[in-house]
């Protein structure tokens, strides 16, 4: 696992001054999971709930806030769905890859260390 995603205890990985999302239980489905994004994150109008365009979403430089974010995983979302968790770490790690352009306003993702056996052995796809 490339070095875009750390497992870690929430306390241990958060940040003074960033944002922290904590991606809860319950997330089973993609459009659960987006749903909480949508319910969470100021979404523009054009919204849809797919991939692709939560993808977009996370790399547009218009929405975030001028501060870092963190996003935390205690619970494993699409536990059940492997294809669809494979996706959505993908789009974090290329989400932080972007982000790391900008320091200032940078996003992190980390899951508890008891999902990185299940995390860990996806493939990323690098573009």
């Not at 919204?47 to 996003?71: K, M, R």
Request: charged fraction near 25%.
């Amino acid at each position: 696992m490339p070095d875009t995603v750390i497992f870690a205890e929430r306390e241990a990985f958060r940040r003074a001054g960033a944002r922290c999302l904590d991606v809860g239980g319950g997330l089973d489905t993609k459009d659960a999971l987006i749903g909480w994004y949508a319910s969470t994150l100021p979404l523009p109008d054009y919204w849809s709930c797919n991939w692709d365009a939560f993808t977009d979403f996370l790399e547009d430089l218009s929405w975030p806030p001028d501060q870092a974010i963190d996003i935390y995983h205690d619970s494993l979302p699409l536990a059940g769905c492997p294809e669809e968790l494979s996706i959505y770490v993908n789009i974090l790690h290329t989400t932080v890859r972007h982000w790391r352009r900008f320091p200032e306003d940078d996003v992190r993702v980390a899951f508890h260390p008891r999902w990185e056996a299940a995390v860990s052995g996806i493939s990323i796809e690098e573009p």
